[in-house]
């Protein structure tokens, strides 16, 4: 399922995506793949997800397909697709459709088994994620700094909530 959701979303930006202004998302791919090994250092000993594999012979295989193809393959079709020259209106359900769509793909992926959740996390905190990740990815597209300083809070808050130990001795 995960190789699969890949192979989607490589010929979902072959279609739709931007390619040829790539350049111009390439700095954001590169912040949404590194706040997700961010995740993975911050969590590795106490996970609040973790992707059962399915193809690829572990968790640890199977993250980095997200880390550095299906994740900044949504990005990019994100941003390249984004309403900028519509209404606000247009640009708010557009937001939206992302947000429900990926908590939609993430109850698919529960339902058939493909992710577990850990110490309290939750769908519900996955739709809440979604609905900020996808605010940071547009917002570190204009201001990229504006993006950063809110990731260290969003992470901080995320830390204090389901507390994860810093120390890796738990």
């Not at 072959?14 to 993975?40: E, F, K, M």
């Not at 110490?119 to 204009?142: A, C, D, P, Q, T």
Request: hydrophobic share 55%; glycine share 2%; with cysteine.
């Amino acid at each position: 399922m995960h190789v699969l959701t890949a192979v989607l979303f490589i010929g979902f930006v072959w279609r739709w995506g931007d390619i040829r202004n790539w350049t111009i998302y390439y700095s954001t791919l590169l912040y949404v793949a590194i706040c997700n090994l961010l995740y993975n250092f911050l969590c590795h000993h106490y996970p609040l997800w973790r992707w059962v594999p399915d193809w690829l012979s572990n968790h640890s295989l199977t993250d980095l397909l997200y880390i550095f193809i299906i994740v900044p393959a949504i990005s990019f079709l994100y941003l390249s697709r984004y309403p900028n020259q519509s209404p606000f209106k247009t640009k708010l359900l557009y937001f939206f459709l992302w947000v429900a769509a990926f908590t939609l793909i993430e109850c698919v992926w529960v339902w058939f088994g493909k992710i577990k959740y850990y110490h309290g996390w939750k769908v519900s905190w996955s739709f809440v994620f979604y609905n900020i990740m996808f605010i940071l990815i547009r917002v570190h597209l204009k201001k990229p700094l504006l993006a950063i300083f809110f990731t260290v809070l969003v992470t901080m808050f995320l830390i204090l909530v389901f507390n994860v130990p810093l120390n890796n001795k738990h």
